[in-house]
Nanobody
Framework: QVRLVESGGGLVQAGDSLTLSCTTS????????MGWFRQAPGKEREFVSA????????YYADSVKGRFTISRDDATSTVYLQMNNLNIDDAAAYYC??????????????????WGPGTQVTVSS
């Protein structure tokens, strides 16, 4: 059974940084692209960032490009999201997920799953 657990969220001020972690189990981590998505109250879940199975290729939503960095550690089956210069528009529940198919990469919501329970990021101005 595939299981993902996000951690690292919290309450920060605008301009601060946070690093989110997502630990996984039950899948061959090194063969799956991993993604981070977020969902603010009243809004749809949206793509934030993805990293391919080798860690060589990374992708970001325009809204976070230059501020967020995704990385992965295959030894611990963990994917990270370093978030710098946070602003109030970044406030959301953040979710990680594995791409449903091995050795494929995308950023459509439907291509990822199952999902972790999420971790909340709150940004105060």
């Amino acid at each position: 059974q595939v299981r993902l657990v996000e951690s690292g969220g919290g309450l920060v001020q605008a301009g601060d940084s946070l690093t989110l972690s997502c630990t996984t189990s039950g899948l061959t981590f090194s063969t799956h692209a991993m993604g981070w998505f977020r969902q603010a109250p009243g809004k749809e879940r949206e793509f934030v960032s993805a990293i391919n199975w080798s860690g060589v290729n990374t992708y970001y939503a325009d809204s976070v490009k230059g501020r967020f960095t995704i990385s992965r550690d295959d030894a611990t089956s963990t994917v990270y999201l370093q978030m710098n210069n946070l602003n109030i528009d970044d406030a959301a529940a953040y979710y990680c997920a594995a791409h449903r198919r091995t050795y494929e990469l995308g950023w459509e919501l439907i291509d990822f799953g199952p999902w972790g329970p999420g971790t909340q990021v709150t940004v105060s101005s």
